[in-house]
Nanobody, 115 residues
Framework: QVQLVEAGGGLVQAGGSLRLPCAAS????????MGWYRQAPGKQRERVAG???????NYLDSVKGRFTISRDNAKNTVYLQMNSLSPEDTAVYYC?????????WGQGTQVTVSS
């Protein structure tokens, strides 16, 4: 059974930083991409950062230059480094693995940025 477990969320002041790890367990075959999404209250879930299996990374325009997605294959962990946070970044952040056989989601971690 595949599980994605996020951590690292919390309350931070504007201008601060957080790093969110997403640890994967279980067997995931044919990964197409890994990424981070977020959902703020009353808004649709949006993709923040993505890492296709073929290489490269992509970001939501509003986080470019502030957020960085990375991976540690040895630890089966994907990270989202978030710098220069603003109240507009407040949301529940979800880790996602998109594979040929299924689409996997973590339970989400709350990030709250105070002004």
């Amino acid at each position: 059974q595949v599980q994605l477990v996020e951590a690292g969320g919390g309350l931070v002041q504007a201008g601060g930083s957080l790093r969110l790890p997403c640890a994967a367990s279980g067997s995931i075959f044919s990964i197409l991409s890994m990424g981070w999404y977020r959902q703020a209250p009353g808004k649709q879930r949006e993709r923040v950062a993505g890492m296709p299996s073929g290489g490269g990374v992509n970001y939501l325009d509003s986080v470019k230059g502030r957020f960085t997605i990375s991976r540690d294959n040895a630890k089966n962990t994907v990270y989202l480094q978030m710098n220069s946070l603003s109240p507009e970044d407040t949301a529940v952040y979800y880790c996602n693995y998109r594979a040929v056989e299924s689409n996997y989601w973590g339970q989400g971690t709350q990030v709250t940025v105070s002004s």
